[in-house]
């Protein structure tokens, strides 16, 4: 495929191998773009602000309704995409491209909510003769960086609120899946946007990122990836808005009186989604020591259940991780748990880039399985004697997107809401349940700001005052 740029399809001199992680197969090519790709993209959004602007709010909706319609159309297409280029199984790719539909779909509703507020000008002595209002206009050029883990559904979190504001766009997907957001902007191409509005560029993070953040012509940088890129990105943006979707190390909490069967099933599915290669995956899970151990063989007997690998199948539960390496590296990580005295209760054998789903008791707080975001198919167990300690240690890292708590109490739901320090608290659900339209996002180094399109709207535009002075008012 090729690169979107001033509305026509571009190649560049270098090109890019998009492969299949689960047999290192071919699958496509992408451009790979140079700098002189990148200034013309950049030049290309200096117009697109232009354009965006002129487009009323009902024909920003109408695009945004005819680009959902046009995934919705071609699911299976979409799904298949996201299930090659990447780690998804088909069921799990086919749950992506519907909530792209819905991100799209909540995109065109709120792009008509942008709303402002009037202002009382008489409420100081002074203001008396004068009325006025604020409204939010479109921030301008926006930078969108996606990771590659969900390389559909994010990339629409960037682009529907984005274009639903008024703002032009370069978008930046992730070099290994990049042909999933490609097919987005067709689908928004042939759905009318107007060329120079948004534009793609693909290639590497670490050649063309610099030369992208630092330039002063974008008013905002969208970024969803890990932390150390964030901290990179942060560093080199300047003076420009920066909205950071960062990792995470999700607790869950497991109290003695809750339904052991659903916190299991729940728990599991959120442990090895997407293999484990997800923000708000569940990674350390704390158990009340009265049902720790049945909780621990109940889990166990689950997860031994996965079917894993081939991800066309349509009962195939996971898929490899996005690369060989990181399957190593994740391996690497269990042996050194282990080394340290954790046990593996099951999987942690690997065979490419498959590692299998992985359960781990025992895990010392010194092992980096347990300090660090995983983000791979292993979850660690630990027992806790009181709801005060299973809070205190889901707190104690420096990390916090999701937590969750199962429970049939009230009152400790409510007291582990409050207490829990992170961007949302699932109850009843494992740290693995989104909304795409609910403030999503982290603290810590978790991130800055908050995605959600309601939310991303506010961060992608800003507020603008009018104020009017009239002489002959209030005489
Ligand atoms: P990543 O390595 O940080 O890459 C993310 C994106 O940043 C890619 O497009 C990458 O390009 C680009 N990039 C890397 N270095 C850059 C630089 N110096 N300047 C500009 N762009 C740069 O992350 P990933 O491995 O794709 O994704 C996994 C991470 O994303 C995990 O930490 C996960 O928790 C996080 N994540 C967070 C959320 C959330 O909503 N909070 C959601 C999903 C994932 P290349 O691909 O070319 O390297």
Redesign the pocket.
Known sequence: MKMLIGGDWLGAQESIEVKDPLDNRVIDTVPAASREEVEKALQSAVEGVRVARGMTVYQRAAVLSETARIVERRLEEFARTIASEGSKTIREARGEAKRCVNTLTISAEESKRVLGETIPFDSFPGGEKRIGYYYRFPIGMVLA??????PLN?VAHKLGPAIAAGNAVVL?????TPLSALKLAEAFMEAGLPAHVLNVVTG???VI??D??RDPRFRMVS???????GH??TQAAGIKKIGM????NSPVIVMDDCDLDWAVASSVSGAFWAAGQN?IGVQRIYVMRRVYQDFVDRFVERTKKYKVGPKMDEDCDMGPMITEGEAKRLAGWIAEAVEKGAEVKCGGERTGAVLKPTVLVNVPEEATLHRE?V?GPTVNIYPVESLDEAIAKSNSLNFG?HAAIFTRDINRALKAGYELDCGGVMINDSTDYRLDSMP?G?VKH??LGR?GIKFSLQEMTEPKVISVYLPDWRQ
């Not at 960086?145 to 969900?150: A, E, K, S």
């Not at 930046?172 to 290994?176: E, G, L, S």
């Not at 979707?245 to 995470?248: K, Q, Y």
Request: charged letters at 20%; glycine letters at 18%; hydrophobic letters at 35%.
């Open positions: 960086i996606t990771p590659f883990n969900d994010l930046k997907p992730a070099t290994v590497h993070g670490h990122g610099d992208l953040v970024f969803t990836g890990g932390l150390e890129a990179r990105i979707e960062l990792g995470s923000c975001e983000f997107l999503f982290g978790s991130g995605e």
